[in-house]
């Protein structure tokens, strides 16, 4: 095993110990700040007495459906430069005003206009990842170097070929970047949708920590918490680095 | 060659040929004609700055310009694959994919719809500059000189009616550069290529050209000839130092006119 992984490791073994420590020593009521074994049970009820492995499913389909369409819709708009110069600039300008709004502020334009279900969470997903997806391709574009493109036109590349045969994988590494932080946004944005109307048409992973807050459970608050970031490590590691590794790395294009 | 008795037809026909700059207003190119034939190999010499990178640009499709460039008497108005650009960068490769599928995926844009067909055109070119063992390696994982030498074969797989070469050995260290001057010629004459060659360095246009141009620094032609000295070229063939000094007196001067302005 790698020196990194085994320090990473310690640390979070050291966080454990130093959490198991402050509870032993009972400065705040148990309420507040339970042990680490009353968290675990709760992360195992969770998933054998609560039907916690149900929603995480039903809040992954609404992510990954989101994302989906924020991607496509950031890729298909910000390639408007290759079509018309105005175009683009009206986008650049909407890019520029709607990744401002922060997603909690749409959620009541979410639930008047689409009414609480899956398509409200839907939308939430789609805004948060279409407008920093959209900086990452257009920047990404932008600074593709001139000779691939100069030697793409010149094998006869144009227009949408040139997008898909240039632009697309000379700024992967951009865009990939972009899908990362589009992800993290939408999975942040999925959570808060979720946790004000329970998360359209069946119960979703914000419902189940809003609903341990009313029975007052601090450790499955906290068990929660512990899967939202499992399922982040999970897409870090287990996607996210093996696409890396087949893509941008093993064509040299970062270390 | 370009003897006028087989081919009388230019590939390259170019006449009054201007090239501005707007910011500030400079002249890069100044009534610029010549013709290029048929297995021609037209090294064109000139002082760094003097416009001969913009010349070659503009042939190639990537600039605007005034006058006339016909390629098989088309206008020249846009990039195509009938005039591949082989550039001094090492990078003008894909990075995303192998050596070989560099060489094949030009053929599939235009029009070669068979993958083994493309493969087995892209292997052969690949083996004239010396290269199958490397078919399955990315470009990052490879030489400046070898990507030189991918760049190449690509341009001569395409099977352009002419090479475009922008100073492609310049960043090559000295025996590199002979080396690839070598094959070159090889390659040039087993395929009967038509190329135009961008140079700054002498040694490079005597050996390489059955013609050379000498371009000034107001973006004129100030020399045009036939090379005299038969092929292959060393430092001891006949009339090489004479032509050598004839063209560095040129050159020369060129720098000396830009200094004393």
């Given amino acids: 095993m790698n020196k990194k992984l085994c320090a990473q490791i310690a640390f979070l073994v050291f966080i454990l110990i130093l959490w198991q420590i402050l509870y032993s020593m009972h400065i705040w009521p148990e309420l507040l700040f339970p042990s680490v074994s009353m968290i675990g049970d709760a992360f195992i009820r969770a998933f054998t007495e609560r039907e916690l492995g149900v929603m995480i499913l039903h809040s992954l ?28 600039a009206i986008y650049n300008m909407l890019v520029c005003m709607f990744d401002l709004i922060p997603g909690i502020a749409l959620i009541p334009v979410a639930i008047l206009w689409l009414g609480i279900g899956d398509e409200a969470i839907i939308f939430m997903v789609v805004h948060s990842v279409i407008w920093p997806m959209s900086r990452s391709i257009i920047d990404g574009f932008k600074a593709v170097p001139k000779i691939y493109t100069e030697v793409g036109k010149n094998m006869g590349l144009y227009g949408a070929k040139l997008i898909f045969g240039v632009y697309l994988p000379a700024s992967f590494e951009r865009l990939f970047s972009g899908i990362k932080v589009g992800w993290a946004r939408a999975w942040r944005g999925l959570i808060s949708a979720e946790m004000v109307f329970g998360g359209g048409s069946a119960l979703g992973i914000g419902y189940y920590i809003t609903d341990r807050r009313t029975n007052l459970d601090i450790s499955g608050i906290f068990a929660t918490i512990i899967v939202i970031i499992l399922i982040g490590i999970v897409v870090e590691y287990g996607i996210f680095r093996v696409i890396e590794k087949n893509t941008v790395v093993k064509w040299g294009m970062v270390h | 060659m370009g003897d006028g008795t087989l081919s009388t037809e230019p590939i390259l026909h170019i006449e009054n040929l201007h090239k501005e700059y707007d910011n500030p207003v400079t002249l890069v190119l100044n009534n610029v004609s010549f013709d290029l034939f048929r297995e021609d190999f037209l090294c064109i010499l000139g002082p760094s700055g003097c416009g001969k990178s913009t010349l070659i640009r503009c042939i190639a499709g990537f600039e605007k310009y005034s006058g006339t460039i016909e390629v098989d008497g088309k206008r020249v108005e846009s990039p195509g694959s009938d005039r591949t650009m082989v550039f001094q960068d090492f990078n003008q490769l894909f990075p995303w994919i192998t050596v070989i599928n560099n060489i094949a995926y030009p053929l599939k844009i235009n029009g070669m719809k068979d993958k083994a067909e493309r493969l087995k055109k892209a292997e052969t070119y690949l083996n004239k500059v010396g290269l199958s063992e490397y078919r399955d390696y990315y470009p990052h994982q490879l030489s400046g000189g070898m990507k030189q030498r991918v760049a190449i074969a690509r341009a001569m797989a395409l099977g352009s009616r002419i090479i475009l070469m922008d100073e492609p050995f310049a960043a090559l260290d000295a025996m590199s550069r002979n080396q690839m001057q070598d094959e070159l010629l090889r390659i040039k004459e087993g395929e009967g290529m038509t190329v135009l060659f961008i140079t700054h360095n002498i040694q490079e ?19 045009h000839m036939e090379n005299p000295i038969e092929k292959p070229v060393t430092p001891a063939s006949p009339g090489y130092s004479e032509l050598w000094k004839h063209l560095n007196r040129l050159l020369r001067n060129e720098c000396q006119l830009e200094k004393g302005q």
Avoid: K
Wanted: charged share 10%; glycine share 10%.
């Fill in chain 1, 61 to 88: 389909r609404l992510l990954i459906e989101g994302l989906f369409i924020g991607v496509v819709f950031a890729f298909i708009l910000s390639s408007l430069f290759a079509i018309n110069e105005n175009l683009s």
């Fill in chain 2, 205 to 223: 246009a005597i050996t390489l050209g059955n013609r050379i141009m000498v371009m000034g620094n107001s973006g004129n032609i100030i020399e």
